[in-house]
């Protein structure tokens, strides 16, 4: 049977419910704190209120009733909305900024211009140059050495450069064709140079042989 508290607002009904509560631990019935002169009141008040705030059970249970405490209104415990909204400035900063915009046409002639002094630059340190005095000899002492040397110049190629030249005698009416030229080592083979333009039709008409006499890296 449901033992009921009445006129808990006198100082006799709290004083029954407070021996009431040496022994036990859990009763129902409207919320309101008591004073602290009951101590088993206030041990009960305090833990049942906390196990109500922490569990959030708000039904009634059985078996002891509590009458004549004015209700206490639940705390509300407002929680502040959480947004992912930025700030409006960053927002203004971030449309800004173009990560994937076009070059324009001064950008683009910039970049062209770096990229070609950069192959230049690349290019001329590593094309080294060198500097070869060849002879170039006739089938004998009819050639015309005019021809020849006509000849020997008329092999144009990208890195060749020919130089001065002079008729040096040979012995016998004979003389052959001395020649400085200079070469980019990348661009021109000498051996190739001799073999494939020189010593080959339609220049082998006037030349016999040709050989290196001296070559000098610059």
Known sequence: MAVTFNNLSSK?????LDDHLKTRSYITGSQGAPSSEYVNLSRW??????????????????GVSVEGFAPVAEESVATPAVTDAKPADDEDDDSDVDLFGE?????????????????????KK????SSILLDVKP?????DMAK???TVRSVQMEGLTWGMSK????GYGIKKLQIMMTIVDDLVSIDSLIEDHLTSEPANEYIQSCDIVAFNKI
């Open 12 to 16: 006799a009904g709290l004083q029954k």
């Open 45 to 62: 008040f305090n833990h049942i209120e906390a196990l109500l705030r922490i569990s959030g059970v708000s039904a009634e249970g059985s």
């Open 103 to 123: 070059e324009t046409e001064e950008e683009k002639k910039a970049a062209e211009e770096r990229a070609a002094s950069i192959k230049a630059s690349s290019k």
């Open 126 to 129: 590593e094309s080294g140059k």
């Open 139 to 143: 089938w004998d002492d009819e050639t």
């Open 148 to 150: 020849l040397e006509e």
């Open 167 to 170: 008729l040096v005698a040979v």
